[in-house]
């Protein structure tokens, strides 16, 4: 509580006069897969570095719009607030040992670990190679897995993305009705279950 570390660099440091991109790395439990699970607003352009420098990514804009509404707290907070673009890594499984009498060394999976530490060797490497600050772009991005791939867009498709999608469903919708390859009763019936 208080995050009194990342306030104070974030107020003295003197390595805070030359930042401009934060990455912070959480384990909000000791093992699992790690998720990019926050971001700064204007994120596009970070987010396609982010991409070149660490290939496939697990996460998406759905969990981190909806972390944003509950009432977590960690030191990116303080580093967002301090005008710094960046990402946020977190480990999740076992999210029950965090912070309690129970957290120990034992219980860090070491593979966990490992996929930590490629990001910020990735985020190091990539970085530290191209020139900072990132272009000023106020959009932001959508993003999220589907298979081995992560993919990304900018959220001003997303209107558009989502006509085109319901014109596609609304085509399929009729020609299933009227071919009665889809049974007019059972469409409407999976169509509301899944819309469930």
Do not use: C
């Amino acid at each position: 509580y208080g995050l009194f570390g990342a306030e104070a660099f974030a107020r003295e440091h003197p390595w805070m006069e030359s930042a401009v991109l934060v990455f912070n790395f959480e384990a909000q439990g000791p093992q699992g897969p790690v998720y990019l699970f926050e971001t700064t607003s204007g994120n596009w352009p970070l987010l396609q570095h982010w991409q070149r420098a660490a290939g496939y990514t697990r996460g998406d804009s759905i969990g981190a719009a909806v972390y944003d509404q509950l009432n977590f707290d960690n030191d990116f907070r303080i580093f967002k607030e301090s005008g710094l673009a960046g990402l946020g890594f977190a480990a999740i499984a076992d999210m029950a040992y965090y912070h309690s009498a129970k957290d120990s060394l034992a219980r860090l999976n070491l593979d966990t670990l490992a996929q930590q530490g490629s990001y910020a060797l990735a985020a190091a490497q990539y970085f530290g190679d191209i020139d900072l600050p990132l272009k000023n772009d106020p959009g932001n991005a959508v993003y999220f897995n589907f298979g081995p791939w992560l993919f990304i867009y900018p959220e001003s498709w997303s209107q558009p993305l989502a006509a085109v999608i319901s014109v596609l469903a609304l085509a399929v919708f009729l020609w299933g009705a009227a071919s009665k390859r889809v049974p007019f009763k059972g469409t409407i019936t999976a169509a509301f279950v899944h819309g469930l």
